[in-house]
């Protein structure tokens, strides 16, 4: 069961948590995989980090790996590689796929992480450079990747797009508008790109994580992550390689005829509680 061996994954966003989770378990079901985020280890420019909101949003996180887990892929035995691309630039990411079909021949898995998750103000005190921001990368962002890898999936006649959802956006997030925005408008994608991807053999499904312990998760408000967990049905949060088992679920065989699916990981977050 859900044997990847022979295919290739791109994932976006991949240095750390959930991507990273991503990449590790696709490579262990035997896919080879490319790992891409705005930032890698060996080109962090210092300068280009303290000019920019994304920049210093990362720097306040933690740092990026890309590069390390390629390595560590390549050390067990799989094939792997990291490469920049900024999903908001449409030229990278074209030139990125390029890449991807040169060296590695296809390109069938494609996992839309890739996502910024700092923008928490109520409505009054939402920046308008982060709403549009957060638009550009989780949900435009998603909406580029696609495009680019679609006319190879479709001469495939084989592919997957895995879009990485959030409960904010089937629930709603208190203080949440852009984010949540993204987050519903990446579950509109997923099943129109599964209505026009059926007739190509590609199928297009969005997990919906409730609260996973990541880095960027870790970074947030304490109170507010401990309001979570509280409602929270397992009353406490998900690991990143749960999501990873349903994105190698989805990428496999096994969920060929599985499209346009909402699939939460959540345990259990969205059920009337008191
Ligand atoms: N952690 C959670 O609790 C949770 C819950 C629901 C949904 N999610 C979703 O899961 C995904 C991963 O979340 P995470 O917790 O691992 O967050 P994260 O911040 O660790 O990962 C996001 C990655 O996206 C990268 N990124 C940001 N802007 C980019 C750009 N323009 N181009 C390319 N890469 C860019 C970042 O560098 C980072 O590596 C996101 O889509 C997030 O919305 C997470």
Redesign the pocket.
């Known amino acids: 069961m859900f044997n990847l061996t022979g295919k290739v994954a791109l994932i976006?966003?991949?240095?750390?948590?959930?991507?990273?989770?991503d990449a590790l378990a696709l490579a262990k079901a035997g896919a080879d995989v490319v790992i891409?985020?705005?930032?890698l280890e060996s080109d962090v420019d210092e300068e280009a980090l303290k000019s920019s909101a994304?920049g210093q949003a990362?720097r306040k996180?933690?740092i990026?790996y890309?590069e390390q887990t390629a390595e560590e892929i390549s050390r067990s035995g799989g094939r792997a590689a990291a490469y920049r691309?900024?999903?908001?630039?449409e030229e990278e990411v074209a030139r990125v796929v390029d890449r991807v079909i040169d060296s590695f021949g296809r390109i069938d898995i494609l996992v839309?992480?890739?996502?910024?998750?700092?923008h928490v103000a109520t409505i009054e005190n939402q920046s308008e450079v982060l709403w549009e921001r957060d638009l550009?990368?989780?949900l435009t962002?998603a909406y580029n990747c696609t495009r680019a890898v679609w006319p190879q999936m479709k001469e495939q006649r084989w592919g997957r797009i895995i879009n990485?959802?959030?409960?904010?956006g089937t629930m709603g997030g208190f203080g949440q508008a852009s984010?949540s925005t993204t987050?519903a408008g990446i579950i509109g994608l997923t099943k129109s790109l599964a209505l026009e991807g059926a007739r190509y053999g590609i199928t297009s499904n969005a997990i919906?994580?409730?609260?996973?312990?990541?880095?960027?998760?870790k970074s947030g408000n304490p109170k507010m992550n401990e309001r979570m967990i509280a409602r929270t049905a397992f009353r406490r949060?998900?690991e990143?390689v749960d999501?990873a088992h349903a994105v190698v679920f989805l990428a496999s065989p096994e969920a060929n005829y599985i499209t346009g699916i909402e699939l939460y990981v959540s345990g259990g977050i969205e059920l009337f509680t008191f």
């Open positions: 976006t966003g991949g240095s750390r948590g959930l991507g990273r989770a891409t985020d705005i930032l994304v990362l996180e933690g990026v890309a691309m900024d999903v908001t630039d839309n992480n890739a996502a910024m998750l700092d550009r990368i989780n962002g990485m959802a959030s409960v904010a984010y987050k919906v994580p409730g609260i996973i312990a990541t880095e960027a998760w949060p998900g990143p999501i």
